[in-house]
């Protein structure tokens, strides 16, 4: 079962821009993760909000997260070209235990 | 540093053979995981294993097994390769606590 679903599916930008990435899950959770995937290799973890959160920053990341909505977001301020990626929000879905389950993720590109 | 590492990055295998993808960590991690990525598909979870002789199938297991003989290394077998199978592969692996998922670099495995 895919829990999450990233919207926008791509999106394109411009350097010194923001960009918001969207994420929405079906089922009850412990915690949201965001990981990052440079084309062709595997995914790096970047940040971890749980559920009791609602906020949660690190560098130029900005995480929310709504429960009442089963929605997170992802921020990315003043992007640049190396933000260039592919992102994808993962859920613990809490029947499966430490189960992973991915989105589809949004293909993020950064134009100089 | 944390490694978990896929023994190839790219597979070429004839339709009807048998196909082994290995993965090993350093970390210790008691869950270990198998996923397939495939364009517009996302990650699809094919299976995990949370102890050593341990296997549990994810969203898609046909025509996949693994096996987790030793900690460190969990493998994924595709008993007689097809077509359909030609994909991206990506290991990763979890400390039991979780959630941080660390992921191998992948393997490009192309059927023909």
């Known amino acids: 079962s895919q829990q999450g679903e990233e919207d926008p599916q791509a999106l394109s930008i411009q350097e010194g821009e923001n960009a918001t990435m969207n994420c929405s899950y079906k089922t009850s959770i412990n915690n949201l993760q965001w990981y990052r995937q440079n084309s062709g290799r595997g995914l790096v973890h970047l940040i971890l909000i749980r559920s009791n959160e609602r906020e949660k920053h690190r560098g130029r990341l900005r995480v929310t997260l709504d429960t009442s909505k089963k929605s997170s977001s992802l921020l990315i301020t003043a992007s640049r070209a190396a933000d260039t990626a592919s992102y994808f929000c993962a859920t613990d879905e809490r029947q499966a235990g430490t189960a992973l389950i991915f989105g589809k993720g949004t293909t993020l590109s950064v134009s100089s | 540093d944390v490694k978990v590492t896929q023994s190839s990055r790219y597979l070429v295998k004839r339709t009807g053979e048998k196909v082994f993808l290995e993965c090993v960590q350093d970390?210790?991690?008691?869950?270990m995981f198998w996923y397939r990525q495939d364009p517009g598909l996302g990650l699809r979870l094919i299976y995990f294993?949370?102890?050593?002789?341990?296997?549990e199938k994810g969203d898609i297991p046909e025509g996949y097994s693994v096996s987790r003989e030793k900690k460190e290394r969990f493998s994924l077998i595709l008993e007689s390769a097809s077509t359909n199978q030609t994909s991206m592969y990506l290991c990763a692996s979890i400390l039991g606590g979780g959630p941080e998922a660390f992921f191998g670099q992948g393997t490009r495995l192309t059927v023909v």
């Open positions: 970390m210790d991690h008691e869950n």
């Open positions: 294993s949370y102890d050593v002789k341990m296997k």
